[in-house]
């Protein structure tokens, strides 16, 4: 980690309206939950639902699309990122540091909600609470490698990520079986499922999920060092 | 140091930016020169490490630049981009970039780039309230704040007022005093004339002419120079100007109702085109100069 970048990056991502703005998508999701406390709605289906259907396979995603893409993406938009890279220092540093502080920031938006979220739904921090609280925090560092991935490989990162969210993860893998095996949320699950097991259906293995999801984080973070190195700098001229 | 770029061609897609160049930076002051689209950005994009070569080497010290961080000991590098952390205020600007390169006192280095570029009053304030040229002169301050061998300066006086023109070419040459490396780029004649010792002129891509300044401008006057004229008699005054040996050719157009002429001595034939008309009782209506844009003055040393 490099402290400088470090700042610079959670700067860069809170200043301003940012952070509230950042807030609002878990925010609906509390409000929601919240709701079905109030009106006694806090049945097992309602309680999938929110926590599984709603917040991690929608708000967490794109809390993490936002936050991934933000700590990067904006910086080679714009071309701000040409002071980092013009520093004696390896690009996989710049990664890793990335990596970290949008995992920090973005946990906070998505395990915080996700504890409030469990104890206003199920009335305890139980079981259930626990295990989609551990989903979601493995779910959101796996997010957040994939998201600053896309930053380097493409122009239109936020886009390519609301494909990837949308198709892959939210309708693919939800349509084939095998797919799972190939997501992120499922992998979530699968090692949650390990600390509770009985509050996930049908987890993949946890042995295997966990070698997914590091495979997956040191894949992508080698990947963006490799592209972040070679950099092309836009010129008209 | 020296900058060596060694047959360096860059074409994106079917777009060729920088075509066959090779040259060497030495330590002094060099201007870029060209029009606007002239392959500048491109190459200062190569020798800054922002860019892979499609064929050739640009290094410096023979150390390549592409790929190599380490490089950036030793460059300090002014972007014409705007965009640089405009949530920092100057101050923290400069000492983020020092503390990025991982100097032993960066916050003595911070103030040292800011006080050479005289922006120490306005260091407290965040970069989205400075004007254009009070940015460019931080992005100096950022670039110089490890105290480069090599600065590479892409169009560094766009949007600057002509005191800060003035004190940033006086900080330049004294970096080249010292022995340093200074390349920037521009499409302004009269400030690389000003500032560099030494020009390498670019246009469409290609380099153009190399040298010293003052050569290659006598070769941009002494071309011939095109002209429009229209009088009340074309006809005779292109006899006249025939006569009298003033152009080295003369065309009538008539569609056009004007006369196009090309001269060797366009100091002579301007100050004789009006005597010879008065004359010869012409009357002239227009005189208009067919090919002083930069482009056409640059695209005659290619032809050249």
Redesign the interface.
């Known amino acids: 980690m490099n402290g400088t970048i470090a700042r610079l990056t959670f700067a860069g991502l809170l200043r301003g309206w940012r952070g509230l703005l950042l807030a609002l998508l878990p925010l609906g999701f509390l409000a929601i939950a919240l709701l079905m406390r109030v009106v006694d709605a806090t049945d097992q289906a309602t309680i999938d639902g929110l926590l599984g259907g709603l917040n991690m396979a929608t708000v967490v995603p794109l809390v993490a699309l936002i936050i991934g893409t933000g700590a990067l993406a904006t910086e080679i938009d714009d071309g701000s990122i040409i002071y980092l890279l013009t520093k004696p220092i390896k690009r996989g540093k710049i990664i890793l540091t990335k990596l970290g502080i949008a995992t920090l920031v973005a946990l906070a938006f998505t395990v915080i909600p996700t504890i409030i979220g469990g104890i206003l739904l199920t009335g305890t921090f139980g079981d259930v609470t626990i295990g989609y609280t551990v989903a979601v925090a493995v779910s959101t560092f796996v997010y957040c490698a994939l998201f600053i991935m896309f930053s380097v490989i493409s122009k239109h990162a936020v886009l390519v990520g609301l494909v990837y969210i949308l198709l892959w993860e939210g309708l693919i893998v939800g349509l084939i079986e095998g797919a799972r095996v190939l997501s992120v949320q499922s992998w979530g699950q699968s090692i949650a499922a390990q600390v509770t097991p009985d509050v996930f259906g049908n987890p993949l293995n946890g042995v295997l999920g966990a070698v997914l999801a590091v495979v997956a984080v040191i894949a992508t973070s080698w990947f963006a060092t490799t592209r972040l190195r070679s950099l092309t700098l836009a010129s008209e001229t | 140091m020296t900058i060596t770029i060694n047959r360096v061609s860059k074409w994106y897609g079917h777009v060729v930016?920088v075509n066959d160049v090779t040259m060497n930076i030495e330590p002094g002051i060099t201007g870029l020169l060209g029009p606007?689209?002239?392959?500048?950005?491109?190459l200062l994009?190569m020798i800054?490490g922002?860019?892979?070569p499609s064929t050739g080497e640009v290094s410096l010290d023979g150390q390549p630049t592409w790929?190599n961080?380490?490089?950036?000991?030793q460059?300090?590098?002014v972007?014409e981009?705007?965009?640089?952390?405009d949530?920092?205020t100057g101050r923290k600007f400069v000492l983020?970039?020092a503390?990025?390169?991982?100097l032993s006192d960066p916050g003595a280095a911070a103030e040292a780039a800011i006080a050479q570029v005289d922006m120490a009053e306005a260091a407290d304030r965040t970069l989205d309230t400075y004007s254009k040229g009070m940015r460019q002169r931080m992005k100096m301050a950022?670039?110089l704040v490890h105290n480069p061998q090599v600065l590479l300066l892409d169009e560094p006086f766009n949007g600057m007022d002509p005191r800060q023109r003035l004190h940033l070419m006086d900080l330049l040459r004294r970096m080249s005093a010292d022995g340093r490396t200074v390349l920037f780029s521009s499409h302004i004649l009269e400030e690389v004339e000003q500032l560099a010792t030494h020009i390498e002129v670019m246009v469409a891509g290609r380099h153009a002419a190399s040298g010293d300044f003052r050569a290659i401008r006598r070769l941009m006057t002494d071309r011939p120079h095109q002209y429009r004229l229209r009088s009340d008699n074309d006809r005779a005054l292109a006899a006249a100007l025939v006569a009298d040996g003033l152009v080295v050719s003369v065309q009538v157009d008539a569609e056009d109702e004007a006369l196009h002429v090309q001269t060797s001595d366009f100091g002579t034939f301007t100050v004789k085109l009006p005597k010879l008309a008065r004359e010869n009782k012409i009357r002239l209506y227009d005189v208009t100069p067919a090919d002083e844009s930069l482009e056409s003055v640059f695209g005659y040393l290619v032809r050249g």
């Open positions: 930016a606007n689209g002239a392959g500048k950005t491109t994009n800054a922002f860019a892979a790929r961080e380490s490089i950036y000991r460059i300090g590098l972007p981009r705007e965009p640089m952390y949530f920092l983020a970039n503390k990025l390169h991982g950022a670039a």
